[in-house]
Structure formats: C-alpha cells, structure tokens
C-alpha cells in the first residue's frame, strides 16, 4: 500500500494512475481518496494523477492528538504528497475541504502549485454565518461520537446541498452515502474541529488572496448555497481566477456531473500548460456599469 509520511509523522495513503504533468486531487469532509475514481479514469490519460487520503481518514493514519489537525497542517499535507513523490509543480483540486487545504497551499507554498481546482469552498466562510457554523460543527461532532459514524453519515449524506445529487443519480448517491459510513468517527470527529471550525474566514485572508498569482479555477454548483458567495468573492480577489456554476448541482460537484466537472478541469489545465491562462483584465474593475474608461 502506497504511503507518504509527513514532517509531523502522519503517513498518508495515495493512489497513482498515468503519466505526464502532475495533477493532486483533495477529497472533501465527507469522502476520501475514492471519491475521486472518476477524474483518475479520465485524467490518467494524460497526466500523472494522484489522489490520496487525509489524515484521519483510513488506509491513511488516524492520529489521536487533537493538535495533529489544522487548516494548516492539511495544506502542509497537500505541500508534502507533492514534495515526497517529486511533483512539483503539480495541478491541485480540491473540493470543500480539499478546496479550502489547496487555496492554502498557493497561499504558503504558491511554488508547488502549477494551477488550482477550487470547487464547492466557502462553507462558513461569511462573517455573519461563523457563530452558526461553529455551532453546527459542534453540534456534528456530538452526533459524531454520539451515534457512530453509521448513523452520522445516514444523516449527513442527506444535508440541503446533498438532496439534488441523491434525485439525480440515486445510485452514485447511495455509493458515496456508503463510503462516508466506512470513515473513522475519530478522525472524522477531530477533522471537525481541528481543520473545520479552526480555519480562518476567507474574507480575513483577503489581502493574502489578493497577491496570490496561482492560475485558479473557481467551480460552484449552483444549489450549493453556502458555496455561491464565497465563490463570488474568490473570483474578484484572486488575480488570475476565473469562476464556473455548473447547472442543477449541488456540493459534491466532481460525483454528480462528472463529464461536466471533466470536460472544466481539462479545459483550464490545457490553457495553464499552453500558457493561455491570463490574469483578470484590470479594466473589468472599474466602477462603471456601462461606460469604460479607456479609449475606442
């Protein structure tokens, strides 16, 4: 079983596929380095995939001190994959969790990203929405240690923005459901309130955003509500981003319209390798709703 181990000692679990310029994908809270079959069988073609498990989430270790969990260290996580398997630069996507880990990766290692995926980020982001985010990272937490995490993901699987993947394809639904029940309620339990409810707002890292050069791809679906204005946000601070919502999807964008999600991700790496990925067109700006400032 494939491994790297971490500066802190953490091995991690990941799995390869193909050849060619290096893509890293990051799963989500609620799935693992499986979730993540689909862009593998398609990427692999042409590049060299990896996709691997974070701390707490088995084949992967499952540490039991609480401080071995942070935003940080699950950026530093994504910084080590690429440094130990000599990937560098390497295209990341995230989802979620994995999106928020990869946005902090261009932020503190901005060298070992090629380009970022950043789909479904932001939950809790706002400011007027952290006490309630917190309070419901809690909350799932109890239910974590209360239930077992065979009951808990029976719940979770079925949150707001999960509905329209379970209505448009009952049967990849009901795989991930599985999966998330498979997890281990520790790791998941100390992902919670380690990385979640520890992690900074976006809005405090503005300024940071605001000087990061990493070609990004923002990708929200657009019945994943607590993804849209974050979204919105990342688009206007970063310099180089662009933003896709992708039609009738909620927040497990890469399970529920995997062509889409594909056929996105193909696009904007073939255009930051061919060195077609520009930055924002500083006079889009501008202040004015109708009339620009420059000349005919």
């Known amino acids: 079983m494939p491994t790297i181990r971490t500066e802190d000692g953490v091995k991690l679990h990941y799995e390869e596929a193909g050849s060619g310029t290096p893509m890293v994908f990051v799963h989500e809270f609620a799935g693992d380095h499986r979730a993540w079959e689909g862009q593998l069988r398609a990427f692999a073609r042409r590049y060299r995939c990896i996709a691997f498990a974070a701390r707490g989430y088995p084949p992967s270790d499952v540490p039991t001190d609480p401080s071995a969990y942070s935003q940080a260290r699950a950026a530093d996580d994504i910084a ?22 990869a ?23 706002p400011p007027d929405r952290r006490a309630q985010f917190r ?9 974590i240690r209360a239930e077992g995490v065979a009951s808990f993901a029976a719940s979770y699987s079925r949150g707001p923005t999960r509905l329209i993947f379970e209505q448009t394809d009952p049967r990849g639904y009901a795989e991930f459901a599985t999966q998330l029940g498979e997890h281990s309620a520790e790791g998941s339990a100390l992902t919670m309130l380690g990385v979640q409810r520890e992690r900074p707002s976006l809005y405090e890292l503005e300024s940071e955003i605001r000087r990061m050069e990493v070609p990004t791809l923002v990708i929200a679906g657009d019945e ?9 946000f990342l688009k206007r601070a970063l310099p180089a981003a662009a933003l896709l919502v992708m039609p009738k999807c909620g927040h497990t964008l890469n399970l529920e319209d995997p062509d889409a999600f594909n056929r996105a991700v193909l696009d904007f790496v073939t255009k930051v390798d061919g060195g ?9 700006l501008g202040a004015g709703i109708i009339a620009g400032g420059g000349k005919a």
């Open 80 to 101: 080590a994959v690429i440094q130990e398997l000599g990937l560098a630069p390497a295209h990341v996507v995230g989802l979620s969790m994995g999106a928020f880990a």
């Open 103 to 125: 946005l902090h990766l261009g932020l503190r290692n901005p060298g070992l990203a090629r380009s970022l995926v950043l789909g479904g980020i932001g939950y809790g982001a």
């Open 135 to 143: 309070a419901e990272v809690d909350a799932t937490v109890g239910r």
């Open 224 to 232: 994943d509500d607590p993804a849209i204005e974050p979204s919105v």
């Open 276 to 284: 077609r990925w520009e930055r924002r067109i500083p006079g889009t």
